[in-house]
């Protein structure tokens, strides 16, 4: 398995932008499926975004977030991020990194076999 960590989370107003990183470590990174997932309090963990193959980069979105955010990767670096504009309050989680080396089904957290411990992202009004 590959290991993941996240950063870059933080405290951000309403309209505002973070980007968020996932550093990799262990096997080939380009070989892994990339994604994000986040989870407020008392929710379940939904997924946000992810790629839908290792080397190609097409990526799905959640609607809520579709136009606002946009996953990317850098295989030289072994690193994925989420870039997050117009974030909005209802936008606050901790968000999770994920990984795996198939991409089906890629909106079941039960689809991915690696995650980072999450970044706290929290937007004020």
């Known amino acids: 398995q590959v290991q993941l960590v996240e950063s870059g989370g933080g405290l951000v107003q309403a309209g505002g932008s973070l980007r968020l990183s996932c550093a990799a470590s262990?096997?080939?990174?380009?070989?892994?499926?990339m994604g994000w997932f986040r989870q407020a309090p008392g929710k379940e963990r939904e997924f946000v975004a992810s790629f839908v193959y290792s080397g190609i980069d097409i990526s799905v979105y959640a609607d809520s977030v579709k136009g606002r955010f946009t996953i990317s990767r850098d295989n030289a670096k072994n690193t994925a991020y989420l870039q997050m504009n117009s974030l909005k309050p209802e936008d606050t989680a901790v968000y999770y990194c994920?990984?795996?080396?198939?991409?089906?089904?890629?909106?079941?957290?039960?689809?991915?076999?690696?995650w980072g411990q999450g970044t706290q992202v929290t937007v004020s009004s």
């Open positions: 262990g096997r080939t990174f380009s070989s892994y499926v």
């Open positions: 994920a990984a795996d080396l198939v991409g089906t089904a890629v909106r079941s957290t039960t689809a991915w076999g690696s």
